[in-house]
């Protein structure tokens, strides 16, 4: 059985990693996912409502099955700054 996570990424992420964003949101998705939720909380909403304003879309990675379920034991709350942490994370990839 496949699991998936829905997250949002915007244009510059797009661009910035093409066709590998898969390959590298997998793992990305897997450590913001473990993440303390304190952790998560700590981002500034400024930031988070910022990243809300560019105009987003939505994919679907293909993901383990422990990555599945710690993504989906997130409160919905905290979802916000962990999509918002995985394109941050996403643009730092070095090609």
Known sequence: M???VHIFTTAE???H???LLS???????KEVASMDWKELNSISLEHVKEFYKQKTK????YVDKE???NWKQLPRGLKQ???Y???????????
């Open 2 to 4: 496949r699991h998936q």
């Open 13 to 15: 992420t797009d661009n």
């Open 17 to 19: 990693l093409g066709r």
């Open 23 to 29: 390959f590298y949101a997998k793992e990305i998705i």
């Open 58 to 61: 939505q994919k679907c990675i």
């Open 67 to 69: 990555t599945y379920e």
């Open 81 to 83: 700054q962990a999509m």
């Open 85 to 95: 942490l995985i394109n941050k994370k996403l643009l730092e990839v070095e090609l």
